[in-house]
């Protein structure tokens, strides 16, 4: 179906940019803000209060310039959201009696995956919004990490990575919603077995203000493996940033190691997923040439 192919190329496949694509329900329609209900998909659990007050300044001021998507409820005028939940907050907290919204149909998949497209695209969801909405499309409708990858507009090795998220410890999870740690500490803790050993580690790099590479170091020395001797020389420039690019590519860590002949280039996997989607991506790269 071509909205399924539209979600991974933006809000194009939902709001018409031009007089040939007329909703299948109608053009825009004002509608009172409390004739529309919440999405009950939305993956979205911590609003930014303080940039929807920005937002509502800015309607305050030129009104509302991108209209919110909405699928009818009942035949009395009532509607349920289906993109558009900072801009209808925001509309509330200036006052608007009516906003503009575009009629559309949707099922309960379509919905969720709408709702993530828009939230990704315009106002970044955390980390592990984002990840418990692509396990909702994953366990409620069973989709693969290659379809959720394609609906959403990302790699699949990305939406395995992100998932795993959903797999720290409470207390982590909660430092990364407080952006207190970036995504890239917490990935670097889940090497870690338990709970308790991952929220000792977070406490560590809380005090010291640890980097990604102290963590991942730290990581290593917290399960026993023997930290990297110094190269007798240093690294070239060229090393670091065919590294950098290949871990870029692939999605996940990439060592390049020098020998005194040739070399290895090691790829990490956390999963089996990763694994199938690195070996996908390395097979298809050699089948192009």
Known sequence: MSKKRGLGKGLDALIP?????IPSRGGMLQVPVENIQPNPRQPRTSPEMGNISQLADSI??????????????????????????????A????????????VREANEQQQLEWALVENLQR????PLEIANGYLQLADEFDLSHAEIAKRVGKNRATVSNTLRL????????GALIENKISEGHARALLSLPTAQAQSAALQNILERELSVRQVEELVQR?????????PKTKRSPEETDLENQLRDALGTRVTL??????????????????????????????EEK
């Open 17 to 21: 940019t031009g007089s040939d694509q």
């Open 60 to 89: 305050s001021e030129h009104g509302i310039l991108q209209p919110l998507v909405v699928l009818p409820k009942d035949a009395g005028g009532s509607y349920t959201l289906i993109a558009g939940e900072r801009r209808l907050r």
């Open 91 to 102: 509309a509330e907290k200036a006052g608007l009696e009516f906003v503009p919204v575009i």
């Open 123 to 126: 106002s970044d969801l955390n």
């Open 166 to 173: 959903l797999k720290l410890s409470a207390a982590v999870r």
């Open 222 to 230: 917290l399960l026993g493996e023997r930290r990297k001797k110094k």
């Open 257 to 286: 190691k020098r020998g005194r002949r040739g070399g290895s280039l090691v790829i990490r996997f956390f999963s089996d997923e990763e694994l199938n989607a690195l070996v996908d991506r390395l097979l298809a790269s050699s």
